[in-house]
């Protein structure tokens, strides 16, 4: 019976950094759909628009956070789904290994963009 | 142990009508989930192009000379179908809100009686949200 | 074919008791049961285990309070070792993790139940069986100790010397339900049967469908004698429709009989003047059953248990799971309606004749649990007192198996010179084998084959041969029409009232039945957990059982007890201070007699009117 | 062939015992459920009030049930009848070859779960009255069915038995020494729900994540492991290693708080509630270490 589990669980965490970080996500995409669907009309957005809120360093770095927070959530999310799907072994590794790899990818990117949008680059 | 017989995945997938709320709620969180998740992949793409905006290529719209970053948004947001999907991600972020909220409380243990109704109000107030942006979303656009 | 050193027969109470105290004293045991241990229907005992526990009771409280309930037909050696270990015995399943109820001190709660001069029954809940069963498999989970679940044993495998004292039994035939295949269990050491209580001999019992006698029905034709058979506990509150349980709580609580013309019978019929519905268990059911039989009965078959008038506040407090009971398994609302109950079928305080060591007269065969008869309940059993039997005696009867020496019993067993033989009785028909169904009384040699693996493979042979003939029979009678009929017999005649007219009757009957039984065949073809072949093999077991009930009930003719005879409806101190034992003898059986020891360890038990 | 002819034992004479199920030839094997039901049909004419029942049918030694299919029965309706009495009656009076575990009839020894009008149940617990018919009787989902309505349970005693499901004293002193324990009436309250389970499978059955993870502890062998966690007579140090058992990948969090297992559970117990609970003890133990 005992080898049917191994003392290393690295379950919890990634069970419990999805909930904080979904806690968090409430309230930046709440915010954030607010902001560019309600206040600023979507189809409204310029890029000096977008310059001008990027300036505000809360603003640039809320966002930061929320690429971050959004793309771990997401991609945890999407790797726990496909293990709970009976991802094992090797292809469980290296599902793990793109996922990661996208990633950060995706907030190398974001940043980058939020970056330009600052007029940083 | 003698023969025996396996009903297979037929079966497991067959039921959907007999699923229960809980079960729903786990697929439409999943699928969402996803959806959310693709999103953000295109949607930092399509905000890529503030790159070539701050270094002040532009692109002529209409006779109009734009800001390629500018030009890109509203030349979708011009799009009925790109309104249409934009109505559909809000419904979509809004259930898994909605259900995330309600995890979060059966992860801590409350409520956990009101599951099922907790559920069905998700759905309920996902579909008002929805329909009472509609009409934000689709301003300004001809089809 | 499968070795052990010794094979327990009936994961209950009593089976998984025996099987850990074996596998302590170092043996290597197996279970064989036919269903799961937790399906056992110890897990249906609701009330408590009767132990002596706290200061200012002792055990020797609990010892007379046994006698007197057992109207003077204990053994005094069985009843004291049963008061005296009981409390060491549940405290130890306190540490085994069984979640009794507890005080505000932490200690664990005890209630007070009817025959008890103090409050010493120790609960978990209203499901204190449910508890015992589960923590005790847990216990044989942990000792890895095998288990052959839905393995139905058909057979004892014991040699055939003439005097049954001189047998010895070498294991057991199984067949594995699941697939179909027949095997032999060689036991080096020892075989303990703990197979429950015959309940199914009755068609309205609070038994499982599972407790059909089949120990009692094999030790019985492998030699050793059945004890105290006439000796059965109707319980009045049972549901009609399933025979299930409503606790006598609810006539504590101030639960009210009525019959069909709404009168509150108890009282106004005058069966029990003082203490109404609180009268004992065979007063009240016996006080229904003519309610019933003089055209007084709902639908001509029960009685109401109202509750109504309690309040629902009250009701919700003390005895919501009745609510629930009621609604499950009748659909019945116990807050808008009086609930339908009527006698059912409880307890056998008879079964095989074993000493306190748990040990038959039959070499190497034992028998703990409502299968056995030591005897601690006599003529009648006290609510609380099966559960404590099951781990006091079931631990005994398993450490004797592992060879530990407990000391000489005090308890006598089998045919020997203290024994008086029955005279008197002329019997309506001969009882006994009927022929064909040779269901294997023993290995048929004339006790030349001493060696085991010998007796062994015959009686695996017999056994195969005997469900082939079972399959290969085209047509004939089913099983459940012969059962029914039984059942009915029984609980027609051989009830609450029994008439020696009636007796007979039921004795004719069973005849009928054995006869019938001749032309039995299954219909199921399949060798995969084909339970029309188990159950007809069952009802075989149910013939000879209810037989030796009905016996016992002709032959006593008194009142004693939970025995009750019309013609004879006292008590006869002077003449019936014994046990009745009846012996298979091959398909003829015997009745004999065996005085009552009421010698205790420091006292003497003076036979006292059962009165409370 | 055969023809059904069952003649429930008349409502009239239940006291002739000649009655008494006397002509009841078993179906054939071969008859499909339409002949039975053609039968009964009539029967069901001249009789009172009916239910009709459809009982799944599978065994893999006889022609003509090696594929599953359904047989209809209609049993003469009792007040008080259970789905376990009504196929009870089928076996007894029309087929003796219906399989099914059973026993207590009073939902204690959880033999009988089946999967009943698309629900786990407990057969001998649910009023046939409340269901609608015809009231559809299968074996549970999600287990290899023996026979009938009989699963395979192997896979359910093998979870069952990983979670260690025994209580873990260091030395247990003989018995003639034994101290009682003490356990506060609160402690014992808590775990009181989890301690009712009569594992019958019906929350293994019902729930996708074990569906389709078959190392997955599942709800019923969580719960198990719950009652001793939570039980303050074991140690700090046994608790801790219950946890590392129940955090294992295929532990607690495989579950995705579906809660069928809950709404399933004959016994009432909140399984959600406690996986989540051990959930939350799992992640605070590991927390310690940060
Ligand atoms: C509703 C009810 C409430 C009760 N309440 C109380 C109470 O509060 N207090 C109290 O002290 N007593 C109570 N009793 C009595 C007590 O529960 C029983 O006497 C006791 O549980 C019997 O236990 P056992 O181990 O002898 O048999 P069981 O628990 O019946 O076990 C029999 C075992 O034998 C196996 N078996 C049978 N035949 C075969 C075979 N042929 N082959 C293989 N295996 C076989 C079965 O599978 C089973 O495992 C109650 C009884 C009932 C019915
Ligand atoms: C805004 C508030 C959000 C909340 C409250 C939230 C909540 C949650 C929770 C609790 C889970 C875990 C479900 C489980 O393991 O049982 C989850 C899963 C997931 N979330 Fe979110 N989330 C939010 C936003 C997002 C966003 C912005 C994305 C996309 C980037 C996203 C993508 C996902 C994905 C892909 C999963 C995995 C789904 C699956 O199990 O297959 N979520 N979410
Ligand atoms: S938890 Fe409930 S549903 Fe699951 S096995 Fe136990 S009693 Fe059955
Ligand atoms: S149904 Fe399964 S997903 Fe969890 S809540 Fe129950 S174990
Ligand atoms: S028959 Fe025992 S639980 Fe239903």
Redesign the pocket.
Known sequence: MAERYSSFTPGGTGWFL??IT?AF??VV?AFHFFLLHFVNHAYEVTFMGTQTRMQNVGYFLTMVLFLIT?AF??VN??Y??LVNQGLEGGRKKAVLAVLTLASVALVAQGIYVALAMRGMI | MSQSYNRGLVEDFGRWKEFSAGMWAWIF??FT??V??GY?FTHIAVLSTSIDGAQGKTTMVGGEELNVYTATLQGLEGLFLIRLLEVGLLAVAVF??LN??R??MVDLGVGLEAQDKSFYASLILTGAITVASVPTFLTGVTI | MYEHDVIVVGAGGAGLRAAIAAHEAGADVAMVSKLHPVRSHTGAAEGGINAALQEGDDWELHAYDTMKGSDYLGDAPAVETLAKNSPKETINLEHWGMPFSREEDGTVSQRPFGGLSYPRTTYAGAETGHHLLHTMYEQVVKRGIQVYDEWYVMNLATTDEADPNDRECHGVVAYDVQSGNIEGFKANQGVVLATGGPGQAFDHTTNAVSCTGDGHAMAYRAGAPLEDMEFIQFHPTSLPSTGVLISEGVRGEGGILYNSEGERFMFEHGYANNSGELASRDVVARAELTEVGEGRGVEDEYVHLDMRHLGEERIMDRLENILHLAEDFEGVDGLVEPMPVKPGQHYAMGGIEVDENGQTCVNGLYAAGECACVSVHGGNRLGGNALPELIVFGKRAGRHAAGEDLGDPEIRTGYGDDVEDETETDLPVTPGDAGVDTSGGVAADGGVTADAEGVLERTVETARQRVDRLMDKEDGVQHAEIRAKLQKAMTDYVNVFRTEEGVKKALRLIRECRQEYQDVYVDDPSRTFNTDLQQTIETRNLIDVAETIALGALVRDEFRGAHWRKEHQERKDEEWLKHTLISWDDGEPSIFYRPVILEGENKTYEPKERSY | MSTQQAEPESQEAPDDPAMNGAESPAADEQTGGGMVDDHAEKRAELEGETVHIKVFRYDPEVEGKQEPRFDDFHVPFEKGMTVLDAVMYARDEYDSSLTFRHSCRQAVCGSDAFFVNGKQRLGCKTQISDLEQPVRIEPLPHQEVVKDLVVDMDHFYDQMHTVEPYFQDEDTPATEDLEEQRQTPENREKIKMSSRCIWCGACMSSCNIAAGDNEYLGPAAINKAYKFAMDDREDEQIKEHRLRILEQEHGVWRC??QFSCTEVCPKDIPLTEHIQELKREAVKKNLKFW
Do not use: D, E, M, Y
């Open positions: 999805q909930r979904a996500l409430v995409l959004a959530h997401g999310g999407v726990n789904a | 969180h999943k989930g996803w959310l998740i953000l898994h809100i995330g909220l995890l979060l | 995705q708080t």
